[in-house]
Nanobody, 116 residues
Framework: VQLQASGGGLVQAGGSLRLSCAASGDSFVLNHMGWYRQGPGKQREFVAAMTSGGVPNYAASVKGRFTISRENGKNTVFLEMNSLKSEDTAIYYC???????????WGQGTQVTVSS
């Protein structure tokens, strides 16, 4: 499975960006798709994820500002990021997971920079 992320860029604080990630190489719907991020000098952290059934989960730091969504029946995930803050600056990584067999996949990362 290959994950291709896009949509990062430079935005002013308070602005918005939309990230996209498409998985290829697997005909079955992946159980979980989501996003992690790694800021400068920080460890990679969970941002948001959604199950194949459409159940979202968010980190406390982005809840109410970010919205994750998936295309029905497809291995594509989006992250709508609003009210961006300088602390959201990071490389954002797309992640996908399958329960059976247990598998974990990562995209190449896309840079999001929020200027204050």
């Amino acid at each position: 499975v290959q994950l291709q992320a896009s949509g990062g860029g430079l935005v002013q604080a308070g602005g918005s960006l939309r990230l996209s990630c498409a998985a290829s190489g697997d005909s079955f719907v992946l159980n979980h798709m989501g996003w992690y991020r790694q800021g400068p000098g920080k460890q990679r952290e969970f941002v948001a994820a959604m199950t194949s059934g459409g159940v979202p989960n968010y980190a406390a730091s982005v809840k109410g500002r970010f919205t994750i969504s998936r295309e029905n029946g497809k291995n594509t995930v989006f992250l709508e990021m609003n009210s961006l803050k300088s602390e959201d600056t990071a490389i954002y990584y797309c992640n996908a997971a399958r329960i059976i067999p247990r598998s974990d996949y990562w995209g190449q990362g896309t840079q999001v920079t929020v200027s204050s």
